[in-house]
T-cell receptor
């Protein structure tokens, strides 16, 4: 079965640089979520999109932005990177329509290292 | 406010034995979902089991089952016949309104051969 795809899997950036993370949800899933997981921490919700519209916002810094495109893939843009942004970034998708079960299926994550 | 609490940072169990991971939560919503996710050393987040709050019957998935006590807001995970591959971090999660997940801080489970 198709799973959530994230790219790149690993990314190394320097402070003050910009990074773009991509997420391709499971086909026919209409909702995408972004999470940040720091070392030894639980995943923290950043933002979600339903049908290409932002549906919920969590602890996402103003330096970050995200969007969902017409093909339902999503991109997380991170600017003015800081050392504290080093983390594992998960994308998850779910189906909320009729017959959908709401559980989120996670991608493998993008490990971002800021030096 | 929604909160999820996992009070056991670390647990261990002998292979083939049974272990129960605890989770309590708080929500003012009447309709919500509860989940257990497993995060092995690969860091992949894997769905283990889900429970709809309106269902009284406890969910079961092979060796994994839950004890859902709605009045007590408790949602524990029981792993039977523990296997070495069960070694992982386990996160309890709550989904209510807004499609936002709230995760607990996780329980690190080690299965001992």
């Amino acid at each position: 079965a198709a799973g959530v795809i994230q790219s790149p899997r690993h990314l190394i950036k320097e402070k003050r640089e910009t990074a773009t993370l991509k997420c391709y949800p499971i086909p026919r899933h209409d909702t995408v979520y972004w999470y940040q997981q720091g070392p030894g921490q639980d995943p923290q919700f950043l933002i979600s999109f339903y049908e290409k519209m932002q549906s919920d916002k969590g602890s996402i810094p103003d330096r970050f932005s995200a969007q969902q495109f017409s093909d339902y893939h999503s991109e997380l843009n991170m600017s003015s990177l800081e050392l504290g942004d080093s983390a594992l970034y998960f994308c998850a998708s779910s189906s909320s329509g009729l017959g959908g079960s709401y559980e989120q299926y996670f991608g493998p994550g993008t490990r971002l290292t800021v030096t | 406010a929604q909160t999820v609490t996992q009070s056991q940072p670390e647990m261990s169990v002998q292979e083939a034995e049974t272990v129960t991971l605890s989770c309590t939560y708080d929500t003012s919503e009447s309709n919500y979902y509860l989940f257990w996710y497993k995060q092995p050393p690969s860091r992949q987040m894997i769905l283990v089991i889900r429970q709809e709050a309106y269902k009284q019957q406890n969910a079961t998935e092979n060796r994994f089952s839950v004890n859902f006590q709605k009045a007590a807001k408790s949602f524990s995970l029981k792993i039977s016949d523990s296997q070495l591959g069960d070694t992982a971090m386990y996160f309890c999660a709550l989904l209510s309104t807004g499609n936002q997940f709230y995760f607990g801080t996780g329980t690190s489970l080690t299965v001992i051969p």
